[in-house]
């Protein structure tokens, strides 16, 4: 269907009308003494935003002195329904004149993206230091329109929490895309770089009004044609590409394969140390920032999950990081060097191994050897973006080190777009967690900001889930994710709730019904699936290799390093310092001995940290086997709610959006159904614990 394909960029007609013909009064015009191309659509996008809300979009003025004159604008002719009256501003403080005189002085904190809005004497002013700056406040304003805030009053300053907010596409070049649910690549099509200027220039709008500043458009595993990126063969069409995201202040990266050198380049080896291979990613960097100025960098998984890499040569992360850092510095680039590497080649038969310590145990030794331009790209949780880990240890234990954290839009174990997980509430748990870097007050969010340890660079990753489905992410609702994500990485103490109703409002309208409805839902969600797919912090119960659907024992006996270790008595891993793997030890000051602890682990993440007997009571009361019971019980129940709570949205939402999401819902409540029985089933047949309030378990 259609609907979907805007997004939260709707501009629903505003639906209180006598309000809207009023606000619309204060929007006659538009103006900017800016006349480059992110100015331009930043108007273009408050044009065509208040149109659309309220049915009469502000006239163009060719400059800011004329909107203003004493007759009202003279370059154009006068709109007949509202005459010069107040209107809108919008540029930079340099080329505005207007601008200055409205803000004085108190402009300087605002950095370079942030901005700040004022309604004064029936102006209102965008301003901002770059063109980029005014596009995050117009796509602001649009925001607070749709989402009705007072804008009699406006006086905002905003500036964005972290430096980088990036998002990696996993697309290739065939067209297919790594974990994605919504269809092919926008990207890539049979073998070639092939896009929809239009299409892009949207998802390039959708994620610059959210303040996403940075993408990486292929996947970590980058394959044999991925590789030539770099080259001349390839850099025209990606420069196009770059040409699209740079209007909405968004530059791009591409992920390299380490080894280039010699299945691209021809070299005999890709040893990081070797003058060729230096002088190699030298010159590809030199041509691609002859074809892409302002290239963001290179996004590298090297070593990890069969990727080659420095360890081929008996080089460590920080020469190869360096090595390509060195080719970007001087075209100001940067390397983002992902830390998900482990052993994926384990025998399950070997109990000392423990996947969840292996980033840390790799990274920790390297803090301060990593050059200015590097920086470490941190999975939220030390296994793979399962329901429920505890946040990786790495996150604030270097201090010298600049991190971002990596966060999965896609849903790759979290129902795949077929089932509703709003993740955003488990993002705000990572990014609230104390690591307790310097004692108390250093969350995760002040680590990655930078401001934890005096770093200049850090900020947030994620994988997104967009593909070329009409709706961008299948399920429509799964695009709060991506919004979602977007705003967090501008401010994380947004909270989930918040960014929910902003979403709901802008994407469904300003019915208060939906909005609520839509809302309510999206807060259940994460907790719905939590209940029936993944017990108190296990993990992996899944089927091998896509991921979808109930597997227990899907990778028990398996290389991966995954494991739930249950028997007849108990179920969980030990990973105490006193008698498991010890990767409780790699906490920093009281968390370690948080979870320690048997009686002080929280029990979300009770069967993370140990393995315990199924008759131990949990601080809820309930004993670990009546709590798996229960909450899958629970948890289907729940599921199907999910399916009649949409339903009672009929005729509220958009045809197309409500359709495709019903079928999705309830797909969700049959499957939701088989994850209880296959998983109490399981449980029971372990532990021949029965359930204490005699349901159905097989
Ligand atoms: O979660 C795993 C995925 C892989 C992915 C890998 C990674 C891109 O199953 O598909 O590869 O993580 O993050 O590199």
Redesign the pocket.
Known sequence: GQAGYRAWLAYHPRMDSAASKEESLRYAWIASDDRDDTVRAAITEIVEGIGTMYGAAPRISATATDAAGENGPRDSEPNAAYGAGPGILVGTFAANERLRDIFGVEVAELGREGFAIRAKDGVTAIGAHTPVGALYGAFHLLRLLATGIDESELEIVERPANKLRMINQ?DNIDGSI??GYAGSSIFYKDDEIDFDPARIRDYARLLASTGINAIAIN???AHRLESRFVTGDYLPRIAELAAIFRVYGIRLLLSINFAAPIEVGGLPTADPLDADVKRWWRERAADIYAAIPDFGGFLV?AD??NRPGPFTYGRGHAEGANMLAEALEAHGGLVVW?C?VYNCKQDWRDRKTDRARAAYDHFLPLDGAFRDNVVLQIKNGPM??QVREPVSPLLGAMERTNQVVEFQITQ?YTGQQRHLCYLVPQWKTVLDFETRALGEASPVKRVVDGSVHGRALGGFAAVSNIGADTNWTGHPLAQSNLYGYGRLAWNPELSAEAIAEEWALQTFGSNRQVADAVVDMLMDSLDIYESYTAPLGVGWMVNPNH?YGPNVDGYEYDKWGTYHFADRDGVGVDRTVLSGTGYAGQYMGANAGTYESFAECPDELLLFFHHVPYGHRLKSGLTVIQHIYDTHFDGALRAAGLAERWASLEGLVPADDYDEALARFREQAEHAKEWRDRINTYFYRKSGVPDERGRTIY
């Open positions: 996993w790594e974990r996947n970590v595993n998984k990890s999950e992902r998900f793979d973006f790759e991921h």
